[in-house]
């Protein structure tokens, strides 16, 4: 939602606090847990290092030569970073300036299960740092095209995303095509009971802020 000028940096009216939501904080949680039914989540072998002997090429060409290695690779089974990884992604269209203090005071509260970076998107995604939204910076360019979001987790390999919105804008039917593809776990937390908009078709679970 909003129009397309008026871009820029913002602020949010007034210094953000923590606050709680029960809906964030569930799709949060929901997010966060790993779908046993996702073939991506079965774990793999991660290299780490150990004392004990493992026959990598190094190792065993150090032995034959009479070295041994105090150290030895040790794969364990394990999820890679982005299988387990929620990515935040914020809606900060124009018209859903009344929700950014609260928004942010929500993250704000839940900043130790989703860590950084976040990203803002209105027709852009731009990334910002837990301090800038602790001190109420709003980088925006006003408009909502959910297709910015789309080709940003696309490009950056993102598995798992938790966007919070209020529903209202575009997502191409091509980039729709590419994350179900992909694969792509998508997330919605609404700031209006009435936001419906491209990424609903694509979501998991969605929840209304109350």
Not at 42 to 49: G, I, M
């Amino acid at each position: 939602g909003g129009g397309g000028g008026g871009g820029g940096l913002w602020r949010v009216g007034g210094a953000p606090r923590d606050s709680r939501s029960a809906a964030l904080a569930e799709a949060v949680r929901r997010a966060l847990a790993p779908d046993a039914r996702d073939p991506r989540m079965a774990p793999r072998l991660c290299p780490e290092s150990g004392l004990v002997p493992w026959g990598g090429r190094r190792e065993v060409a150090l032995l034959a030569a009479g070295v041994v290695p105090v150290f030895y690779p040790a794969p364990l089974p394990a999820l890679g970073e982005e299988e387990t990884r929620v990515r935040l992604y914020i809606d900060v269209s124009g018209s859903t300036r009344r929700a950014w203090g609260e928004v942010y005071g929500m993250v704000l509260h839940l900043r130790a299960e989703l860590g950084e970076p976040f990203y803002l998107f209105s027709t852009e995604v731009r990334e910002v740092s837990l301090k800038a939204m602790a001190d109420g910076q709003v980088e925006t360019t006003r408009g909502t095209d959910f297709d910015c979001v789309a080709a940003h987790s696309l490009r950056n390999g993102f598995r798992r995303l938790l966007v919070i919105t209020d529903g209202m804008g575009p997502l191409s039917d091509g980039l729709a095509l590419r994350l179900q593809q992909s694969g792509v776990q998508v997330y919605l937390v609404r700031t209006h009971t009435w936001g419906r908009g491209g990424l609903d078709r694509l979501a998991r679970q969605a929840w209304t802020l109350p």
